[in-house]
């Protein structure tokens, strides 16, 4: 099928102001790095999603999922296909204990809702970047709290375009990892229950957490968080600490002064910077310590055509 196919059978299914043609996405990625999508399609309800997403595997058009771009390095070659973000989705519902939030929703945003009706269990996300949705996917954790603490359910659709709903133990949560990975599912909302607590004792958790954060993470710069998981046994950041990595720059990114296991944007850095610093990083430790360091952050999109 062509793009113009495409676009007129995707304004039978959401409204045209909610779909871009040829969209840069670095607009859309805390490390300022990515293409242009062909499609890219902001639904504002479910349903949206649900038509959108069969739709393509019926016609057979790669989908991918953006939250809030906090944990992704898109390339400069674009994504092809259709590219869902899920942002307006943001409702935050309360009731009693519990809380249900559209996967746009800020966690940071669920979980400052959490401290003004009173409810503790959220408070580790309080200084998380990331969508709800975004959160689910990595099972989103900090400061000894995690996603998979409180979550309940998360409502869902397949690749097929069929709702589901997948409860705490379906979901499979593990250190950021999910069934939403494996299934390649989308998050439409998920539901935390939370426990009764003290708004000035959930206040000071979340000052104290979120000085912890300020004062050792390099947030005056676009960064993707922490690049890399915390291999068993030690920690990514003294590693690459240990090898003298810090301040080490290819093209315009830099493996962070302030917190070595982040990689900062300092200049106008491209996908291909930050993919050639992570290998570079990994083969370095690798040489020096033995230790092999996995990839936290994803990386998506096509490379730059080179011609
Ligand atoms: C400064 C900074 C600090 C950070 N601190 C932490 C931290 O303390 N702890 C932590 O765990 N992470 C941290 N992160 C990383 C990031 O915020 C989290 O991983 C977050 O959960 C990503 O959510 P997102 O909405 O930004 O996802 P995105 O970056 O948009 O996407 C990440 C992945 O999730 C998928 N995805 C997004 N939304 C959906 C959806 N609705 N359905 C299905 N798939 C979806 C995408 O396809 C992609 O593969 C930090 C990042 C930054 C920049």
Redesign the pocket.
């Known amino acids: 099928m062509i793009n113009e196919d495409i676009y007129q059978d995707l304004l039978q299914l959401i409204p045209s102001d909610k779909i871009k043609i040829d969209e840069p996405l670095k607009r859309?990625?805390?490390t300022k790095t990515g293409g242009k999508a062909d499609f890219y399609i902001i639904p504002t309800k479910n349903q949206e999603v649900q038509a959108i997403v069969k739709y393509a595997y019926e016609h057979q058009i790669p989908v991918?999922?953006?939250?809030?771009?906090?944990?992704?390095i898109i390339r400069e070659g674009g994504i092809r296909g259709i590219v869902i973000s899920?942002l307006a989705l943001n409702y935050i519902d309360v009731s009693d204990d519990a809380i249900i939030a559209g996967?746009?929703a800020a966690?940071i945003d669920v979980s400052r809702v959490a401290r003004d009706y009173a409810l503790t269990g959220l408070e580790f996300a309080c200084?998380?970047?990331?969508?709800?949705?975004?959160?689910?996917?990595?099972?989103?954790?900090?400061?000894g709290g995690?996603v998979k603490d409180c979550i309940d359910y998360a409502l869902?659709v397949n690749d097929q375009g069929e709702l589901i709903k997948l409860t705490t133990n379906e979901l499979e949560l593990d250190y950021?990892n999910s069934i939403?990975?494996q299934q390649h599912?989308?998050?439409?909302e998920a539901a935390f229950t939370l426990a009764p607590g003290n708004i000035n004792d959930i206040q000071e958790t979340m000052d104290d957490l979120t000085e912890r954060?300020e004062s050792k993470?390099p947030?005056e710069y676009p960064?993707?968080?922490?690049v890399f998981q915390r291999p068993p046994g030690h920690f990514a950041g003294k590693l690459i600490q240990d090898a003298k990595l810090q301040g080490h720059r290819i093209g315009g990114v830099e493996v962070s002064t302030k917190h070595a296991g982040?990689m900062v944007n300092v200049d106008n850095g491209t996908a291909t910077d930050y993919e050639d610093l992570i290998h570079y990083v990994q083969k370095v430790v690798k040489e020096k310590f033995d230790v092999e360091l996995n990839r936290?952050?994803?990386i998506?999109g096509e490379h730059p055509k080179t011609d």
Do not use: D, K
């Open positions: 859309y990625t805390y991918t999922y953006l939250g809030n771009g906090s944990n992704i899920l996967s746009g966690i200084g998380i970047p990331g969508s709800i949705g975004g959160a689910v996917y990595m099972n989103a954790g900090a400061y995690e869902c950021r939403i990975q599912l989308v998050v439409l954060r993470q947030l960064s993707c968080g922490s982040f936290e952050v994803r998506i």
